[in-house]
């Protein structure tokens, strides 16, 4: 099965890297969070994704480092215990993600199924939501009512 997503993921980046503007197509590239950083200072979600950027721009980005970006850009910074996902454009963001529980917490204190789910959300705010930390957010105490 990883030697399939591999070989899968070779095609598709050579494909993507190849091709003219016109070409590009991000169709086959999946949703597994394994981030990348870009020389635009974005962090993509993978690099399936970030070849799909470096197709469009004709060769204008490259890829700076394996995990997410740690200096200021376009998409968000990147501190010890918070990691931007894909912040882009919400056109470009991946739809779908699978169904395996994982929680993380976001930045917004909302508690996302997965990584995946999590990196939808900061995409279509573009970077403004970011992995605070592994498991559910805390929850806030409730007020006691009772007098």
């Known amino acids: 099965m990883?030697?399939?997503?591999?070989?899968?993921?070779?095609?598709?980046?050579?494909?993507?890297?190849?091709?003219?503007?016109?070409?590009?197509?991000?169709?086959?590239?999946?949703?597994?969070?394994?981030?990348?950083?870009a020389s635009n200072d974005i962090t993509y979600y993978n690099e399936c994704w970030l070849n799909f950027a470096i197709c469009e721009s004709s060769g204008d980005i490259t890829k700076a480092q394996d995990g997410g970006c740690t200096t200021t850009g376009s998409a968000a910074s990147l501190a010890a215990d918070s990691i931007p996902m894909v912040a882009n454009n919400t056109d470009k963001c991946p739809e779908a993600c699978t169904m395996i529980y994982k929680p993380v917490c976001g930045s917004d204190g909302v508690t996302y199924g997965n990584d995946c789910t999590l990196g939808i959300a900061s995409c279509e705010s573009d970077g403004s939501i970011t992995k605070v930390s592994e498991g559910e957010c805390a929850s806030l105490p409730t007020e006691n009512t009772c007098e």
Do not use: M, R, W, Y
């Open 2 to 37: 990883k030697l399939s997503t591999c070989l899968l993921l070779s095609i598709v980046a050579i494909t993507a890297t190849c091709g003219d503007a016109q070409e590009c197509s991000s169709s086959l590239c999946t949703n597994d969070f394994e981030p990348v950083c």
